[in-house]
DNA sequence: TCTGGGGTCCTAGGACCC
DNA sequence: TCTGGGGTCCTAGGACCC
């Protein structure tokens, strides 16, 4: 039997949920003028997270440089992103979408799938679609688009039609006529390399992609690849609509100085900030870690990487930090300018029992100590933050 | 114009084992 | 001296997503 999964995508997310905020402040609707979310407009390295239709109007694209994008549109509405209320509108959106299907898969913070297969009861699923849409839009005020797909794949292309506040159809039906005719750039998975690759061969729509030989499809983007593509091209995704989400598999944090640095007392203290930041999320979801890797990033774009295996899988910031530092001495020349330094940890365990070696390193009891004090301090502050928000004002559908 | 931050998955080559 | 094939683990690098 066909199944019915809908996409659920919030437009422009974080900024329509801070419009939502200000609104509530008083302030006039940024989403009805060239708006953005983005940085210190004084950084010159300050990216744009999410931008206003209007701005999308004038050409400015999320991830574009907000220096650019301030020369486009002087007059540019710049405004800075509130995580603590981006997760709020996040849980109010998936609560009500999760009232229209329990299976429900969040993908993102603005996206999530529901499987409608069984839930309609005979219903039109664009009627269905159209009252979960005006439902989120009436209880918290901002708009969403809704893909109907006959899987995932069509479902989340659909949602990418005309924006903002609309429902669309992709079911495979409609495939040749409505998903075809598209650039090979709108097929998922298809970034800007694959792009050039199938350029520069003359494979210009999906419709081409869908056409062409797996065999010659293969030697281009590899053998695993090319049958993804060439399945997704004809529409065909068979992946389930997955209730349970997935442990994370790494933790990574990364800073960007706001100018290239060659000092090592201040790559040292990134790396060491980096290293608690990610020590810490480990340990608050009960993590050890066996890998320990670093970066670091060029002002040319260019990264050197190193990564390393811990005889013991690990959650300890110092003994994180010590195998980034040595690595750090390896990968760098101690010269040449870096411009983002970066530190990550995977192969994960949830293994509580720690093997006391007869040699285990004194010190260790000290650096757990250290660390337990500062989950310590982190814990207070974030009681002190989220205890400022219970006073703000929630999204409306939450305040009932 | 000059490019953030946080993830997932894949590939290819080398080491090492049987 | 030169010769298999298969499997696993590790590392570096690259592509994609939001």
């Known amino acids: 039997m066909e199944r019915v999964i809908f996409h659920i995508d919030v437009n422009s997310a974080f900024l329509s949920w801070t419009a939502v905020k200000m609104l509530g402040e008083g302030h006039p ?54 995580w603590e209320w981006y997760k709020r509108c996040s849980e109010g959106f998936i609560e009500i979408c999760r009232s ?6 969040q993908f993102s913070i603005d996206e999530c799938f529901i499987d409608m ?67 090979v750039r709108d097929l998922l998975w298809v970034g800007k390399k694959t792009e050039e690759k199938l350029l520069s061969y003359g494979i210009r729509t999906i419709g081409d992609l869908a056409n062409l030989g797996i065999e010659s499809l293969s030697r281009l983007v590899g053998k695993k690849f090319a049958f993804q593509l060439h399945e997704n091209a004809n529409g065909r995704d068979n992946s389930p609509v997955e209730t349970e989400s997935a442990e994370a598999k790494s933790y990574s944090a990364e800073r960007t100085f706001s100018k290239d640095l060659s000092e090592l007392k201040d790559i040292d203290r990134a790396l060491f900030n980096v290293a608690c930041v990610v020590a810490h999320r480990i340990r608050r979801d009960s993590f050890r870690a066996s890998t320990v890797s670093m970066f670091i990033k ?18 300890i910031t110092a003994v994180i930090l010590n195998e980034a530092r040595r690595m750090l001495s390896e990968v760098w020349d101690g010269v040449t300018p870096i411009r983002q330094v970066g530190l990550g940890v995977s192969k994960l365990t949830h293994e509580s029992y720690i093997q006391m070696s007869l040699f285990e390193d004194p010190k260790l009891e000290y650096y757990r100590e250290w660390d337990r004090q500062y989950d310590e301090r982190k814990a207070k502050a974030e009681d002190a933050r989220m205890l400022t928000y219970e006073r703000k004002k929630r999204p409306s559908g939450d305040s009932e």
């Open 29 to 82: 609707d940024i989403r009805l003028v060239p708006s953005v979310v983005s940085g210190d407009p004084n950084d010159r390295r300050s990216i744009i997270t999410a931008a206003s239709i209007p701005a999308k109007k004038l050409g400015i694209k999320t991830a574009q440089p907000l220096s650019m994008a301030m020369r486009v549109c002087p007059t540019l509405v710049v405004v800075g992103g509130d």
């Open 100 to 105: 229209y299907s329990p299976v429900l898969q």
């Open 117 to 183: 297969t069984f839930r309609l009861y005979g219903k039109d699923p664009v009627e269905e679609a159209t009252r979960l849409k005006d439902e989120i839009k009436g209880r918290l005020g901002f708009t969403v688009n809704v893909g109907i797909g006959s899987n995932k794949l069509l479902a989340k292309m659909a949602s990418d039609f005309e924006k903002p506040d609309k429902v669309h159809t992709l079911l495979e039906s409609e495939v040749q006529e409505k998903m075809w005719p598209l650039g």
């Open 298 to 315: 060029y002002k040319d774009f260019t990264v050197a990487q190193k990564q390393c295996q811990v005889p013991q899988p690990t959650d």
